[in-house]
T-cell receptor
Framework: GAGVSQTPSNKVTEKGKYVELRCDPISGHTALYWYRQSLGQGPEFLIYFQGTGAADDSGLPNDRFFAVRPEGSVSTLKIQRTERGDSAMYLC???????????????????FGPGTRLTVT | KQEVTQIPAALSVPEGENLVLNCSFTDSAIYNLQWFRQDPGKGLTSLLLIQSSQREQTSGRLNASLDKSSGRSTLYIAASQPGDSATYLCAVLTQGGSEKLVFGKGTKLTVNP
C-alpha cells in the first residue's frame, strides 16, 4: 500500500511569506506527527494529532507555526511570516494510534514520509 | 527530559567489515526504540523497532539490541556494503503521555569499496 506522502517536496519562499506544507498519512492511521530537521541534526518534534485534535503541540517554536487536521486524515502545517531560520526539512509521520473501540493503542511504530525541504531566502 | 546520544558521529569502514553503532538515552522509562536510516536529502526509513520488553531484533544483516536498564542500544551491521552508506538515527518513545519520538543526532556511515 501507499506510504506517507508529503507535498511539495521542495519549497523556496521569500522571508515574510506564508507557506503551507501538506502530509497524507497511511490510510487508517489515526495518529499523525510533524518533525523538523535542521542540517546535521536529528529530527525535533513539533506537534502530533490523534484523530482531528492536537494531542501535543509543545514542540511548535512560536505562534507563527500552526497545524490542522480537520477530517482526521490529511494534515497541513502552516507557517506565517517565514524567517530564514525556518529553513529546514519538515518531516511527517503516521502510526496506527489509538483504537477507540478497544480503548488501546494499536501500535506506536511511526512511518515517515519523504519530507519537504523548505528554504527561506 | 529525555536525551538521546549517538556515538560515533561519523564512521568510515572498508567494505565487508562488521560494525556497531551506539545509542544511549537518559530516561529508561520507554515504550520502544527505533533505528532509522536516512539517505542525503531524503526522509527516514525504519530499520528496526524494539519494544521495551524485548532484548533484540534482527532483520537480514542488521541486529539491534536494547538494554533498557542501562539506557543503551546498539545496531550491529554485518558484512557492510557500499550501499549501507547513510546516516543512522536512533529514536526513543518515552512513557508519560506524549507519543513524540526523541532522536539522536545520528551516525554518518561511509562504507568504502
Amino acid at each position: 500500500g501507499a506510504g506517507v506522502s508529503q507535498t511539495p517536496s521542495n519549497k523556496v519562499t521569500e522571508k515574510g511569506k506564508y507557506v503551507e506544507l501538506r502530509c497524507d498519512p497511511i490510510s487508517g492511521h489515526t495518529a499523525l506527527y510533524w518533525y523538523r530537521q535542521s542540517l546535521g541534526q536529528g529530527p525535533e518534534f513539533l506537534i502530533y494529532f490523534q484523530g482531528t485534535g492536537a494531542a501535543d503541540d509543545s514542540g511548535l517554536p512560536n505562534d507563527r507555526f500552526f497545524a490542522v487536521r480537520p477530517e482526521g486524515s490529511v494534515s497541513t502545517l502552516k507557517i506565517q511570516r517565514t524567517e530564514r531560520g525556518d529553513s529546514a526539512m519538515y518531516l511527517c509521520a503516521s502510526s496506527l494510534g489509538y483504537d477507540w473501540t478497544s480503548g488501546r493503542v494499536n501500535s506506536y511504530e511511526q512511518y515517515f514520509g519523504p519530507g519537504t525541504r523548505l528554504t527561506v531566502t | 527530559k529525555q536525551e538521546v546520544t549517538q556515538i560515533p558521529a561519523a564512521l568510515s569502514v572498508p567494505e565487508g567489515e562488521n560494525l556497531v553503532l551506539n545509542c544511549s538515552f537518559t530516561d529508561s522509562a520507554i515504550y520502544n526504540l527505533q533505528w532509522f536510516r536516512q539517505d542525503p536529502g531524503k526522509g527516514l526509513t525504519s530499520l528496526l523497532l524494539i519494544q521495551s520488553s524485548q532484548r533484540e531484533q534482527t532483520s537480514g544483516r542488521l541486529n539491534a539490541s536494547l538494554d533498557k536498564s542501562s539506557g543503551r542500544s546498539t545496531l550491529y551491521i554485518a558484512a557492510s556494503q557500499p550501499g549501507d552508506s547513510a546516516t543512522y538515527l536512533c529514536a526513543v518513545l518515552t512513557q508519560g503521555g506524549s507519543e513524540k519520538l526523541v532522536f539522536g543526532k545520528g551516525t554518518k556511515l561511509t562504507v568504502n569499496p
